[in-house]
T-cell receptor, first 112, second 110 residues
Framework: SQTIHQWPATLVQPVGSPLSLECTVE??????LYWYRQAAGRGLQLLFY??????ISSEVPQNLSASRPQDRQFILSSKKLLLSDSGFYLC???????????FGSGTRLTVV | RKEVEQDPGPFNVPEGATVAFNCTYS??????FFWYRQDCRKEPKLLMS???SGNEDGRFTAQLNRASQYISLLIRDSKLSDSATYLC???????????FGTGTSLTVIP
């Protein structure tokens, strides 16, 4: 069966510090991968999606970036965090040609 | 105009009640529709897909109205464990982009 792992679960980082969140998927190959952010009391905002290794599409201009160095690995990064980067970050995957996401358990980021 | 709109609620209903949520979408070419459930401080989880003919899963019924561009979720015989936020999700069908509503909060009261 397929599983998705996301870590860390919680993170408190000072403004201006770097960020690296990692997400891996097991039990499938060539998945579509996504990074979402959910700010407090708000809906899910798509940040990045990837249909393959090295292929990243950005939905929202910001100081975040994403990379997909391996088929089942998706990384969200920032060189310098802002207070506004605080939120609940969710990685998700979906099979090719099918619909419906499966989310990771999320990372709750607080920038202080 | 937002791709997907939902009434944020909150809906507070007694146990055993029937409650319905609606969600409207703006893109008439949308092809895939889902309801997700999100518990407090947890990730969203797929509750059910929504098919053109409507579909039922136990106490839950989902319907699609393409003419009016909305989908609905009906919960019968509400349980305390149904308390959560329900997210409406719509996709144009290309497989790469899903649009989430902001969610409808439901609290089932003893």
């Amino acid at each position: 069966s397929q599983t998705i792992h996301q870590w860390p679960a919680t993170l408190v980082q000072p403004v201006g510090s770097p960020l690296s969140l990692e997400c891996t998927v097991e039990g499938t190959s060539n998945p579509n991968l996504y990074w979402y952010r959910q700010a407090a009391g708000r809906g899910l905002q798509l940040l990045f999606y990837s249909v393959g290794i090295g292929q990243i599409s950005s939905e929202v201009p910001q100081n975040l970036s994403a990379s997909r160095p391996q088929d089942r690995q998706f990384i969200l990064s920032s060189k310098k965090l802002l207070l506004s980067d605080s939120g609940f970050y969710l990685c998700a995957w979906s099979p090719k040609g099918q619909y419906g996401y499966t989310f990771g358990s999320g990372t709750r980021l607080t920038v202080v | 105009r937002k791709e997907v709109e939902q009434d944020p609620g909150p809906f507070n209903v007694p146990e055993g009640a029937t409650v319905a949520f609606n969600c409207t979408y703006s893109n008439s070419a949308s092809q895939s529709f889902f309801w997700y459930r999100q518990d407090c401080r947890k990730e969203p989880k797929l509750l059910m897909s929504v098919y053109s003919s409507g579909n039922e899963d136990g106490r839950f019924t989902a319907q699609l109205n393409r003419a009016s561009q909305y989908i609905s979720l009906l919960i019968r015989d509400s349980k305390l464990s149904d308390s959560a936020t329900y997210l409406c999700v719509v996709s144009p069908g290309a497989g790469n982009q899903f649009y989430f509503g902001t969610g409808t909060s439901l609290t089932v009261i003893p």
